[in-house]
């Protein structure tokens, strides 16, 4: 186990390099670095000159590169054009806006997907899992920034049940009511996709289950069905679901910069955005790998995980 | 969206059923009637059949010129003159989803296109050569797989602002991964069957085993995910196109139809205006959803006729 852990470890390191390189070359190749155009014409070139010099975008590209990644290794990131500020300042100030989203939207996700989920197996091919099997499938292919639209447009302006967006009442006092009120309608839109998703996993795997020799056993033993369904069939069903949650992270990470732009939530989506519109290297550099770096360890958790909770897994 | 659909796969296994058994039909004759035998699916195509027709008849179906601003008729509430409403430059909506229908369209299938030969080329190349090809191949992919979509995307399109077809290349060579490896999959496990053992055995030549005998089963889990993928393509664009990334007014896509609507006096007074777009967004990726999922069961021998 532990050196599967370990081997795993390791794989890990040249797609880090890869990403970081990746990310690297796409900067160089961009256009517009605003050291070099964006500046004020009354300075003289000279001065211009020694900015770049001073940035280091004269050196060669190797050097450049190695310069930033020792700069990442060790958690410096730069500092961003345009605010001046270090990157890793602006990142951690968001950050955890982003958590609260995230975590609020897996905790719907489970809340909501599981239950649906072994409904619809339980009552395999009925109207219930037709009805279910729909919903899901429009899940997956609802635009998540619409949906957005659409709940803050009926249940926040017009029935003004919603805040429009934001992470609390401005200027307010912290009121855990207020955050939870603000916090509903963001985490429910970023959290359609997996719901959809996690409700056929579960069903899926419930359906798996639900045929084993040891199901049969209990109800052979006349256990009633909600023992054979809860306390046989749902603990097994549960436990392949856990990996799901490493690889939901990407679509969480990518969903948050749609959904908090749609509410003005004060995130790392939101800083991104800002970034690239503002072509500030540093800040788009340092989220390109940030996020890539989640979901590669995201990646990672998920065939631990696996393998520690499938003990048919050999290593 | 990949992982979704293999979720709902496994229990369709069902044992051959009796009455199929012994009839002999062609294997496309059995593939379309298992496709219309799916009620999801003949839905989807119908779906598809009028939005596809209606973007490209648009000159002739649009009541309205898409980009004529009426200004009285400014946020109109949809009527007989305008069906769906107008928007805030009173223009017909409903004209102008028509028209965006086609952009939309358009970069959806184009991307689906350059991304599938990407990666189906790579993946075959990668699958079918092996060895140090194959790993430098895999491990671009490893990579690439493991950026959010989105913030490539973001980062590409906000840097370099492409014109709709450039889009669409960045598109193709960020969304080629998936297909690689799946077409990488089918070879490797195809090119070690029997049969093609047996046309080794017979002394066929490379170019026939590899066309004769491995592409036509490999082809089908290519079609499934190129379906799929033209869904995920539209979401992309109308993303991108919402975030005021993608394609920019006044050409109407129905993402950058929605990046104008999102504005407080229209949610207050003009419901229709951001619901359309989205709304055709929502049904068209269903549909390719529906047709792709239907194409799959169709395609997969263990699925029997109902």
Redesign the interface.
């Known amino acids: 186990m532990t050196t599967y852990i370990i081997r795993r470890l390791i794989m890990t390191i040249?797609?880090l390099i890869?990403?970081s390189i990746?990310t690297f070359a796409?900067m160089q190749f961009?256009?517009?670095n605003p050291a070099v155009l964006d500046v004020d014409p009354d300075i003289p070139p000279e001065a211009r000159e020694a900015q770049i010099e001073a940035l280091g975008l004269n050196d060669p590209l190797p050097v450049q590169y190695a310069r930033w990644m020792g700069g990442v290794v060790t958690g410096d990131l730069g500092n961003s054009y345009i605010s001046k500020r270090p990157v890793v300042d602006m990142i951690s100030e968001r950050l955890p806006n982003t958590l609260i989203l995230m975590f609020a939207s897996s905790v719907l996700a489970v809340v909501i997907a599981i239950p649906i989920g072994i409904v619809s197996a339980v009552r395999?091919y009925t109207k219930t899992d037709y009805a279910i099997?729909?919903v899901?499938?429009?899940g997956?292919?609802?635009?998540n920034?619409?949906?957005g639209?659409?709940l803050?447009?009926?249940l926040s302006?017009?029935f003004g049940w919603f805040p429009?967006g934001g992470v609390q009442t401005l200027n307010a006092d912290f009121n855990l009511w207020d955050r939870l009120h603000h916090l509903f309608l963001p985490a429910l839109v970023l959290a359609t996709a997996d719901t959809?998703?996690l409700t056929?996993?579960t069903?899926?795997s419930m359906?798996?289950v639900k045929n084993q020799d040891y199901i049969r056993t209990a109800r052979a033993k006349g256990f009633k069905e909600g023992k054979v369904i809860f306390k046989h069939a749902l603990r097994n069903a549960l436990l392949p679901l856990i990996t799901i949650f490493g690889?939901m992270l990407?679509?969480f990470?990518?969903?948050s910069?749609?959904v908090e732009?749609?509410f003005s939530w004060p995130g790392i989506g939101e800083l991104?955005?800002t970034s690239?519109?503002q072509?500030d290297y540093p800040v788009?550099m340092a989220?390109?790998m940030f996020?890539?770096f989640l979901?590669?360890i995201g990646?990672l958790i998920a065939d631990i995980l696996y393998a520690i909770v499938d003990p048919r897994i050999e290593y | 969206m990949d992982q979704f659909n293999q979720a709902g796969k496994q229990e369709s296994i069902t044992p051959n059923n009796p009455e199929t058994l012994g009839k002999h039909r062609s294997m496309l004759a059995i593939i379309v009637t298992k496709f219309f035998q799916n009620k999801l699916a003949v839905f989807g195509l119908i779906m598809l059949g009028i939005i596809v027709g209606a973007a490209v008849f648009a000159p002739l179906i649009a009541p309205h010129d898409p980009n004529y601003q009426t200004l009285i008729a400014r946020l109109h509430e949809p009527s007989a003159e305008y069906w769906l409403g107008a928007d805030q430059l009173g223009r017909d909506l409903f004209s102008r989803l028509l028209y965006a229908g086609q952009m939309s369209l358009l970069v959806g299938f184009a991307a689906m296109a350059s991304s599938t030969i990407i990666g189906a080329s790579l993946g075959a190349i990668a699958g079918y050569f092996g060895g140090l090809i194959d790993s430098i191949i895999m491990r671009i992919v490893d990579v690439l797989i493991s950026f959010p979509n989105i913030f490539l995307l973001i980062t590409l399109v906000a840097l370099f602002r492409p014109s709709p077809f450039w889009l669409v290349v960045v598109f193709g060579s960020l969304g080629w991964m998936g297909t690689a490896r799946l077409m990488r999959g089918e070879i490797l496990s195809l090119k070690r069957r029997e049969y093609v053992l047996a046309a080794r055995t017979l002394g066929l030549p490379k170019w026939r085993i590899i066309f004769n005998h491995i592409m036509p089963n490999a082809i089908g889990p290519l079609i499934v995910s190129a379906t799929l993928a033209i869904g995920s393509f539209i979401i992309a664009e109308s993303t991108l196109s919402f975030l005021g990334l993608g394609i920019s007014p006044p050409t109407a896509t129905w993402g950058n139809m929605l990046s104008s609507a999102q504005n407080l006096t229209i949610f207050q007074t003009a419901w229709w205006y951001p619901l359309f777009p989205g709304l055709m967004i929502f049904i068209t990726v269903l549909s390719f959803n529906f047709v792709g999922d239907g194409l799959r069961d169709a395609l997969d021998p263990r699925v029997v006729e109902k």
Request: charged share 5%; net charge positive.
């Open positions: 040249p797609l890869g990403i990746i796409m961009a256009p517009g395999q099997t729909l899901s499938f429009a997956v292919a609802v635009p920034f619409w949906i639209l659409m803050i447009m009926f302006v017009q429009v959809a998703a056929r996993y069903r899926t359906l798996e690889l990407p679509t990470i990518g969903g910069v749609v732009n749609v991104f955005l690239v519109n072509r788009i989220m390109t996020t890539a979901v590669v990646n």
